[in-house]
């Protein structure tokens, strides 16, 4: 024990003054006047720290101030609690109430600042608006045009893709959706975006995939910066399709990593064909020309439909939950009218 040469108590002493004496007139925690928070114009998310991210603009402002916060040496946060109060919707008001702990003794502080939204934009906007890309994904068919069921719904997959992978990663965008000479090229932001989506689209519909590299710079620090194109050729075949294999009529029902599915029009049989020998499959109709029957009436196991093209009616195998007034898809192979299922 010593005694405060201020007031002259006895007490344990800082700089040869008692706690009272010590903290009298000090600033525990200061602030600056003001602080800038950048948000970026495009996209409205905080630049918080070293990262953008999406906050309710007094969230934003609490973590600005809460960064700049600055407590005297030799004392530790315990905890800070924060007041925002809207000026006008660029300026905060931000009123900091921290509890501390210095030397054993419980401390209380309390700071203010104004934090100033800025507008800027973020790396990830300016990129897309300065058409950034690293890859393309190309997306063309095997044989003739692309068509348009195929292009729109392997764009709303990747697009979908995107803005998942984008939510959690800000390196992932799509940068443009181009649509060319026999078919759609997709610009992304990132290689291994092109990689995976590519190879994604490949097991989804049995697709070959072709990637070449070409030159483009120098990066910063000197190394070589390549662009990379990933050429997705599509099959003629799709889900749904009525193939030929082997001389006879199937639905094609699945396409994974290693096979096909295929359900035979003439016993409802399902198989599998090797990924490798689906080249051999004939496409006889598309899913999207398939024609409708309709269900006249129905006996075990079999079903009369209208002939959809000169409505005689006409016996076929149906499955036993189709009932009067259904209508079913049928597809015409060689004269013969097959139940699709
Ligand atoms: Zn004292
Ligand atoms: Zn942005």
């Not at 050429?231 to 030929?244: A, F, K, S, T």
Request: with cysteine; charged share 25%.
């Amino acid at each position: 024990m010593m005694f405060c040469v201020k007031c002259g108590v006895e007490a344990t002493t800082f700089d040869g003054l008692c706690m009272d004496c010590f903290l009298d007139g000090k600033q525990l925690a200061s602030l600056p006047r003001y602080v800038d928070l950048e948000r970026c114009a495009s996209c409205e998310e905080f630049h918080v720290g070293h990262q953008w991210l999406r906050k309710e603009t007094e969230e934003a402002a609490k973590d600005a101030a809460e960064n700049k916060l600055a407590v005297i040496p030799g004392m530790r946060v315990i905890s800070v609690g924060m007041l925002v109060t809207e000026q006008d919707e660029r300026n905060f008001q931000v009123n900091v109430d921290v509890e501390g702990e210095l030397s054993g003794n419980i401390v209380t502080a309390l700071a203010d600042t104004v934090v100033r939204i800025k507008n800027n934009v973020c790396q990830r906007c300016s990129r897309q608006l300065g058409n950034y890309y690293e890859a393309t994904l190309q997306i063309r068919s095997g044989t003739k045009e692309l068509s348009d069921n195929i292009r729109d719904e392997t764009v709303r997959y990747v697009r979908d893709r995107i803005e998942n992978m984008g939510s959690v990663n800000r390196q992932i965008f799509l940068t443009k959706v181009e649509e060319v000479q026999g078919g759609v090229d997709m610009l992304l932001s990132s290689i291994s975006l092109g990689k995976a989506l590519a190879k994604e689209l490949a097991d989804m519909y049995g697709a070959e995939t072709k990637e070449a590299a070409k030159l483009i710079g120098k990066t910063n620090d000197g190394n070589d910066m390549y662009r990379l194109t990933y050429l997705v050729r599509m099959p003629e075949y799709h889900l749904g399709d009525v193939v030929i294999h082997n001389g006879r009529p199937y639905k094609l029902t699945g396409i994974s990593k290693g096979n096909g599915r295929l359900i035979g029009l003439q016993d409802l049989h399902e198989t599998s064909i090797r990924r490798s020998d689906m080249h051999s499959l004939k496409v006889h109709t598309k899913k999207s020309d398939l024609m409708k029957a309709t269900v006249v009436s129905r006996s075990e196991g079999e079903a009369q439909i209208l002939h959809p093209l000169n409505y005689s009616t006409i016996d076929i195998r149906v499955p036993a939950d189709a009932v009067i007034g259904d209508s079913v898809d049928v597809a015409d192979v060689d004269d013969t009218i097959f139940f699709v299922p």
